[in-house]
């Protein structure tokens, strides 16, 4: 096939001819349109950039090196690939190893976000980023001590949007009702003006929210469908009538339902 594509190009047809003798897509004979006919049917074989590096990854791994220092480590040995696909090799070499490489720990900012004096050539200030106070309120990541005494004394207000978080994951651990007509009364007169809208907020549509707290139920297969069904939707803007997009939804759930 893919000599055939090579030859049809040679002689001047274009992708639209030789896909209508050919039966296969342009994408496809664009794919062919160059390079040695072995390699080209040999694609699904072709070495990944990142297996010349496995044994130092396996090193990283051993060493208890998270994937960020271990992305970056690979970059500095030569590997000039994409990051999104180097992370996607560490994960499939997790899966394979069935070990995971360590958590990237919260690094006290001094190269980002970093200030130097004029004429400085040194690192002369602590930083905590906003994403790292953002991370230890809503994803528990640890700070420590001196931070979290800094933080909470210089701006106290994210104190008390801690506790907010805090006491709000609790209404729904708990699965209580009490708690959540507790929460609402204590937020709602709050002093700063985004946590008592939000206590607000809840209080109008309190009777959706105490069901959400009081039983196990989801509407996530609904909007999962909805999502479904939206993106079959979009695909077919400006090329598919009425009756091909029942067709393909009914497909759909044909295939759902075995």
């Known amino acids: 096939m893919i000599c055939q594509i090579q030859s049809f190009l040679k002689e001047g047809c274009s992708y639209r001819e030789i896909a209508r003798r050919m039966g296969v897509g342009r994408n496809t004979i664009a794919k062919y349109r160059e390079g040695d006919p072995k390699e080209l049917c040999m694609y699904w074989v072709r070495q990944s950039k990142l297996d010349p590096y496995y044994d130092f990854i396996m090193e990283c791994l051993d060493s208890g090196w998270s994937k960020s220092k271990t992305v970056k480590a690979i970059y500095a040995k030569g590997y000039n690939g994409s990051v999104s696909n180097a992370y996607e090799h560490l994960v499939k070499i997790e899966e394979k190893e069935r070990r995971c490489f360590a958590p990237q720990p919260y690094v006290r900012t001094m190269t980002e976000s970093m200030k130097y004096k004029k004429g400085s050539t040194?690192?002369?200030?602590?930083?905590?980023?906003?994403?790292?106070?953002?991370?230890?309120?809503?994803?528990?990541?640890?700070?420590?001590?001196?931070?979290?005494?800094?933080?909470?004394?210089?701006?106290?207000?994210?104190?008390r949007i801690h506790n907010c978080i805090r006491e709000f994951r609790n209404v729904f651990e708990k699965r209580s009702?009490?708690?959540?007509?507790?929460?609402?009364?204590?937020y709602k007169n709050e002093s700063i003006k985004s946590?008592?809208?939000?206590?607000?907020?809840?209080?109008?549509?309190?009777?959706?929210?105490?069901?959400?707290?009081?039983?196990?139920?989801?509407?996530?297969?609904?909007?999962?469908?909805?999502?479904?069904?939206?993106?079959?939707?979009?695909?077919?803007?400006?090329?598919?009538?009425k009756k091909l997009l029942e067709v393909k939804l009914r497909y759909m759930r044909l295939v759902q339902h075995g």
């Open 122 to 159: 040194g690192k002369d200030q602590d930083y905590i980023t906003r994403e790292g106070v953002f991370h230890h309120m809503w994803m528990n990541m640890e700070l420590t001590q001196f931070h979290k005494t800094y933080i909470y004394e210089k701006y106290p207000a994210l104190f």
């Open 177 to 186: 009702v009490p708690l959540l007509y507790l929460f609402i009364e204590k």
């Open 195 to 241: 946590l008592c809208s939000f206590a607000k907020g809840l209080e109008r549509d309190i009777d959706a929210v105490e069901n959400a707290v009081a039983y196990d139920y989801s509407n996530g297969f609904v909007e999962g469908t909805n999502s479904r069904l939206k993106m079959i939707k979009r695909t077919m803007y400006g090329r598919c009538g």
